[in-house]
């Protein structure tokens, strides 16, 4: 196993997991049973109308922030606020309501860190932490908490966020580094449920059409992650409950690629993924471990 490996190997599941849900994104699991029986392939599709392989704001919003991290070696609140500003003026495919509002927000004032607000508790910080796990992999844990608050309070300035966040980072900062699942189970995701018991997801029943609020999506990610044994598993259990399903795959595909490495994901999902997507997210994976390990 090498730390890189596994890197490109979540930076390709985040945009796998994308991909994948993307079709079913918004539907019942009913619904995907009746038109798809078992949804396991990249087709595009969906309610955006996508082409197989191609990605959303996940994915995008991911490459947006690595590449404002490489442009300064390090994570930064306000070169982060600026990238995801110049994303939406690219007019992409997708974008979250609280997303828009607060970079909308910024372009007002110049202050990259919205405010605090209960009510900004959906998934759209969460899903594009990996860049800050990777650029900051063997860092201090307080040096790690600030870097992931500083790109996630451009958007989403909300405890429960930042929990979900935190707890993402540091479970894949642990499993590039060869931590099992029950090592990722009881020092990460049990703690979490315990600080917030909102979070609670082995007590409540399988989470089927999760929302875009975050809690709905950490329930269904990690009952997905932690109840399959393999990568295709994780992804086809987790996008096959429907709801914000590119969400939801992006990052269980992020969690099971930085556990599982490159071998375990299945090359018809990568021939099918978007080249240059695919290129960027391997760019940058093997970059961001780089800044790293300096």
């Not at 600030?146 to 499993?175: F, G, N, P, W, Y």
């Not at 599982?260 to 391997?282: F, H, M």
Request: aromatic share 6%; with cysteine.
């Amino acid at each position: 196993m090498t730390t890189t490996n596994h890197a490109t190997a979540a930076y390709l599941g985040l945009a796998i997991g994308d991909a994948l849900g993307s079709t079913v994104e918004f539907m019942t699991p009913r619904e995907i049973a009746a038109k798809y029986g078992c949804h396991d392939k990249l087709i595009g599709g969906g309610w955006l109308h996508l082409k197989p392989g191609q990605v959303t704001d996940d994915t995008t919003m991911s490459l947006a922030l690595g590449t404002s991290i490489l442009a300064l070696g390090k994570v930064d609140a306000l070169a982060a606020a600026q990238a995801f500003d110049d994303w939406m003026r690219a007019k992409p495919v997708d974008i979250g309501n609280t997303v828009r509002r607060n970079l909308l927000q910024f372009r007002k004032t110049g202050n990259p860190e919205a405010p605090y607000s209960d009510h900004d508790a959906g998934n759209g910080a969460a899903m594009r932490v990996l860049p800050v796990a990777l650029a900051t992999v063997g860092q201090a844990e307080a040096v790690v908490r600030a870097a992931c608050r500083a790109q996630a309070h451009t958007t989403h300035h909300c405890k429960l966020s930042d929990a979900a966040c935190e707890c993402l980072i540091l479970m894949v900062q642990a499993a590039l580094l060869g931590a099992d699942k029950n090592h990722l189970l009881h020092t990460y995701a049990h703690p979490l449920a315990a600080q917030h018991p909102e979070f609670k997801f082995r007590a409540t029943k399988q989470s089927s059409n999760p929302s875009g609020y975050i809690v709905d999506t950490i329930q269904a990610v990690f009952q997905s992650f932690f109840d399959t044994d393999d990568f295709r598993s994780c992804l086809i259990d987790v996008v096959n409950r429907g709801g914000d399903a590119d969400t939801t795959g992006a990052i269980a595909g992020m969690l099971a690629g930085a556990t599982y490495g490159l071998e375990e994901i299945p090359d018809a999902w990568l021939k099918v993924l978007n080249t240059q997507t695919r290129q960027s997210c391997e760019m940058q994976a093997a970059s961001l471990i780089q800044i790293a390990q300096r």
